[in-house]
């Protein structure tokens, strides 16, 4: 069929066939960043109830840093439920080495604040199952503090009154003052996750104390990394969550020291 039928049949079908497409200008986007460990891979284990870390610790990646998680299985605050999350942490050290990470970080504030023993006798059984060096959360903390200079802290946890005490004493054991400590009494990590940035924010300035160093935000499953710098700013003090000083670790012990903007002093020193 050629254009002079089409022209008889349909005298507007000639312009459809001859006419070329209007040209169309376009930007080529930016290539994605990726998260690629060309840097440092760390593998981390995670309770399985939680939502929070893995998007906090991806924002606060610096360039050629990528995370990689095994989850182990905890959703409530009892002592039985806290310390069955260390069961099969074997297994799943294993798995995660399958990936080979530089490092292993058990992740869980509440665990690993059980008591004094608990750090040796995880990162040993980590890496007696990995081969990998191990990194656990209240150790992170730890460190942070010393970092800091402070030594004399505000914590304010989502935890029941029983975890509160424990976590408080685990503190005051390694030289800490705790000179306030407030729990909202939830029962377990979905209710963690529940509470809005802006409430945490309301909590620290409502126990705001002259006289302390820093301010502790405990818990992975807490959404308190949106407030730190905005914290900092209005208490005067350096802010402390259990995401930002474990990241902050795990980077200054494998030799990394970028500075990471927006989520405090920590991960800016």
């Not at 209007?22 to 998260?35: D, E, N, Q, Y």
């Not at 460990?37 to 760390?42: N, Y």
């Not at 008591?115 to 990194?135: D, F, H, W, Y």
């Not at 402070?150 to 424990?166: G, K, W």
Request: aromatic share 6%; charged share 20%.
């Amino acid at each position: 069929m050629d254009n002079e039928f089409l022209a008889a049949e349909r005298p507007d079908a000639v312009t459809a066939v001859t006419t070329p497409a209007p040209h169309r200008s376009f930007t080529l986007a930016a290539a994605p960043v990726i998260p690629l460990g060309w840097r440092l891979r760390l593998g981390v284990l995670l309770p399985s109830v939680n939502t929070v870390a893995e998007p906090q610790l991806t924002a606060m990646l610096p360039p050629g840093v990528s995370l990689h998680f095994t989850r182990l299985k905890l959703t409530g605050s009892s002592e039985q439920e806290l310390l069955g999350m260390t069961e099969r942490v074997e297994e799943a050290a294993a798995l995660l080495a399958d990936a080979e990470p530089q490092r292993i970080l058990f992740h869980c504030t509440a665990v690993t604040t059980m008591n004094p023993a608990i750090v040796q006798t995880l990162r040993e059984r980590i890496t007696r199952a990995s081969g990998l060096p191990a990194m656990i959360t209240s150790e992170a903390l730890l460190a942070a503090f010393r970092a800091l200079g402070a030594r004399r802290i505000v914590m304010i946890t989502p935890y029941i009154r029983e975890v509160n005490v424990r976590e408080a004493a685990f503190l005051q054991h390694h030289g800490l003052t705790v000179l306030r400590e407030h729990g909202l009494g939830l029962p377990g990590g979905k209710e963690f996750a529940t509470v809005e940035p802006s409430e945490w924010y309301r909590l620290a300035m409502a126990h705001r104390d002259p006289t302390a160093d820093a301010y502790f935000l405990s818990c992975a499953q807490t959404r308190t990394a949106e407030v730190i710098e905005v914290l900092e700013h209005d208490l005067g003090r350096p802010v402390v969550t259990s995401n930002q000083a474990a990241l902050w670790h795990c980077l200054r012990e494998s030799g990394l020291h970028d500075c990471v903007p927006g989520f405090g002093r920590l991960l800016r020193q």
